[in-house]
T-cell receptor
Framework: DAGVIQSPRHEVTEMGQEVTLRCKPI?????LFWYRQTMMRGLELLIY????????DSGMPEDRFSAKMPNASFSTLKIQPSEPRDSAVYFC????????????FGEGSWLTVV | KQEVTQIPAALSVPEGENLVLNCSFT??????LQWFRQDPGKGLTSLLL?????REQTSGRLNASLDKSSGRSTLYIAASQPGDSATYLC????????????FGQGTTLQVKP
């Protein structure tokens, strides 16, 4: 199994630019999660999809952040416009449907906004 | 509101020691608790998943226990090795609502040769 695949692995961008992070979940997994990790706040859930439908987006910090899941094998997290405080590691994770299942994480996208 | 706490924040031990990492949570209404390992610059690797109806899970040198009523879990690592050096995170899956996974801040372990 290829695991959860994220791209890009690293991105450095200037403030004000649009950033798009991509995720391919594990085949057969119906639930997809976007997390953000910072030293100050640890791991925070941004948004959670089930069967391509957003279930909980209460963690999305503000309107500059948006996430889509057009099909079962692809999701994007977009930041527009980006700000230096968005610098963090963004993780995508997936699991089989059902709250009792293990969640598998990708390697993360390391974002630096200068 | 569910809060997850891990103590200690950092731990340094000599190789070969048995050690215990602690995780506590404030709301016992959980589906399960999961322990993860994170190496520097890497993603999270799932180690053990304990369902709310279970008391413990074992995998190799790792044993995780769950006491839901007291809001505690421990991760026991037997005969620690330098390769065990990493950050260990616990996370609880809330019962009710959307079942969010709430993480602790982690314990950073260093095992010295």
């Amino acid at each position: 199994d290829a695991g959860v695949i994220q791209s890009p692995r690293h991105e450095v961008t200037e403030m004000g630019q649009e950033v798009t992070l991509r995720c391919k979940p594990i085949s057969g997994h119906n639930s997809l999660f976007w997390y953000r990790q910072t030293m100050m706040r640890g791991l925070e859930l941004l948004i959670y999809f089930n069967n391509n439908v957003p279930i909980d987006d209460s963690g999305m910090p503000e309107d500059r952040f948006s996430a889509k899941m057009p099909n079962a094998s692809f999701s994007t997290l977009k930041i527009q416009p980006s700000e230096p405080r968005d610098s963090a590691v963004y993780f995508c994770a997936s699991s089989k449907q059902g709250l009792g299942n293990t969640i598998y994480f990708g390697e993360g996208s390391w974002l630096t906004v200068v | 509101k569910q809060e997850v706490t891990q103590i200690p924040a950092a731990l340094s031990v000599p190789e070969g020691e048995n050690l215990v990492l602690n995780c506590s949570f404030t709301d016992s209404a959980i589906y399960n608790l999961q322990w993860f390992r994170q190496d520097p610059g890497k993603g999270l690797t799932s180690l053990l998943l304990i369902q709310s109806s279970q008391r413990e899970q074992t995998s190799g040198r790792l044993n995780a226990s769950l006491d839901k009523s007291s809001g505690r879990s421990t991760l026991y690592i037997a005969a620690s090795q330098p390769g065990d050096s990493a950050t260990y995170l616990c996370a609880v899956r809330r019962r009710g609502g959307t079942g969010k996974l709430i993480f602790g801040q982690g314990t950073t372990l260093q095992v010295k040769p």
